[in-house]
Nanobody
């Protein structure tokens, strides 16, 4: 089992920045690919960013490319999502997810473990 706990969400004005963290515990986290997803009210959960086991490969949704950066610190068992130039449409609950393979993916159904989520609200 892998336990994931997100933190770092909050209320920010448009154009501002936040850094989300996802602390993992349990099994060999360092061998897992990780992803960030988000869900706005009334919408499906959607892919935001993903990173492979080593951190050498990253993937982003077109809507956040150039503004968000995913990274991981394997020594701290933590994954980060740096969010810059935030927009009101980025408002959502952000979820961290782990995939029990080294390869990252955009498909949320391929992730095995999920955190409880952290709320990000961007005001205009």
């Amino acid at each position: 089992q892998v336990q994931l706990v997100e933190s770092g969400g909050g209320l920010v004005q448009a154009g501002g920045s936040l850094r989300l963290s996802c602390a993992a515990s349990g099994r060999t986290f360092s061998n897992y690919a990780m992803g960030w997803f988000r869900q706005a009210p009334g919408k499906e959960r959607e892919f935001v960013a993903a990173i492979n086991w080593s951190g050498s490969s990253t993937y982003y949704a077109d809507s956040v490319k150039g503004r968000f950066t995913i990274s991981r610190d394997r020594a701290k068992n933590t994954v980060y999502l740096q969010q810059n130039s935030l927009k009101p449409e980025d408002t959502a609950v952000y979820y961290c997810a782990a995939r029990s393979t080294v390869v990252a993916a955009r498909d949320r159904t391929s992730y095995d473990y999920w955190g409880q989520g952290t709320q990000v609200t961007v005001s205009s």
